[in-house]
């Protein structure tokens, strides 16, 4: 079974989110859209579609979207089968989130590492 595919998106807290992201946009030349980050897409010669995307996007400092970590940062990382991986986690004593979110960007899952940091684990939608 394959577990991580690649990354799907990096999170980070922020002070004024809007005001690093206009930094990042200004600077860097990053394509920050309405929703505050920057979705790059997979253009490549084996994949002239595009087909899938990672993700960069700040997030306001209080948020508790990364709790019960208190790091300042979250990885997103791809995975075909979200179920057999979160299965497979928890048969190898790992501290596994109950919980299950599904939505139109695809299904995500949560896994804490040994050192607290919660990893966001999501297997996109058909076709992305």
């Given at each position: 079974?394959?577990?991580v595919t690649g990354i799907g998106g990096v999170f980070f807290k922020?002070?004024?989110p809007k005001a690093l992201a206009a930094w990042y946009r200004d600077h860097?030349?990053?394509n920050v859209e309405d929703w505050g980050g920057v979705a790059f897409r997979w253009?490549?010669?084996s994949n002239p579609s595009g087909t899938g995307t990672t993700v960069w996007s700040?997030?306001?400092a209080d948020t508790t979207y990364f709790a019960p970590s208190q790091a300042s940062f979250m990885v997103n990382y791809r995975?075909?089968?979200l179920d057999a991986v979160l299965a497979a986690l928890r048969?190898?004593?790992c501290q596994v989130d109950d919980k299950v979110e599904e939505s139109e960007f695809g299904r995500f899952g949560w896994v804490i590492d040994p050192e607290g940091n919660k990893?966001?684990?999501?297997q996109p939608p058909a076709g992305q």
């Open positions: 079974m394959n577990r922020a002070k004024d860097l030349g990053m253009v490549t010669e700040p997030f306001k995975v075909e089968d048969a190898e004593g990893v966001e684990l999501w």
